[in-house]
């Protein structure tokens, strides 16, 4: 068994009109969710063997705020195809991790993040239409982070529907956390 962490980028400034997608850093919200997230990630003790991050500007922030409050251990590797990665650009990515690693933590943006999870996840809806599957499906905000179990020996192994979603985190349900 793998688990594979998915962090979207935190809330990102469109208050420079003029500047590249790329370079938006973030703004007040996202700044405030990186530190919610920060501590949701330390209390439950998440320290991955593998971190990939997205290189934009908003994904670096994202990173170093949240792993300065979550005392995350692992060197970061920035990956440009997590920039606009789509579902088989990340399958590639992840099946390139080491085999020895248990664990790891993509930081990344969407639709690749979530439509990543939706192609792992099985068929987890339940009749009351709350489920983490259900709430992801809807919408992975920024800074929201989920968490699933591969049914899986090796990275390289990853194929869709192997997967389990554990829990969907969205920063407003951890307001408190802060």
């Given at each position: 068994m793998k688990t594979l962490w998915l962090l979207r980028h935190a809330k990102s400034s469109w208050s420079d009109p003029g500047l590249d997608d790329f370079d938006r850093p973030?703004?007040?919200?996202?700044?405030?969710?990186?530190?919610?997230?920060?501590r949701l990630i330390a209390e439950r003790g998440v320290d991955p063997a593998c971190l990939l991050c997205s290189p934009s500007a908003r994904t670096r922030e994202t990173l170093t705020r949240v792993a300065a409050l979550a005392s995350l251990s692992a060197a970061p590797r920035f990956e440009p195809m997590l920039y606009e990665a789509d579902v088989s650009d990340l399958m590639r990515l992840i099946r390139g991790l080491p085999a020895?690693?248990?664990d790891a933590l993509i930081i990344g943006h969407n639709p690749g993040l979530q439509d990543l999870a939706l192609a792992l996840a099985h068929d987890q809806h339940g009749a009351a239409g709350n489920t983490p599957l259900d709430r992801l499906e809807d919408k992975f905000p920024t800074a929201a982070l989920a968490r699933l179990s591969?049914?899986?020996?090796a990275w390289v192994?990853?194929?869709?529907?192997?997967g389990q979603l554990i829990s969907?985190?969205?920063p407003k349900d951890h307001a408190s956390v802060v």
């Open positions: 973030l703004n007040k919200r996202g700044r405030g969710a990186c530190a919610i997230m920060g020895d690693a248990a591969l049914d899986i020996d192994d990853l194929v869709p529907g192997r969907f985190d969205v």
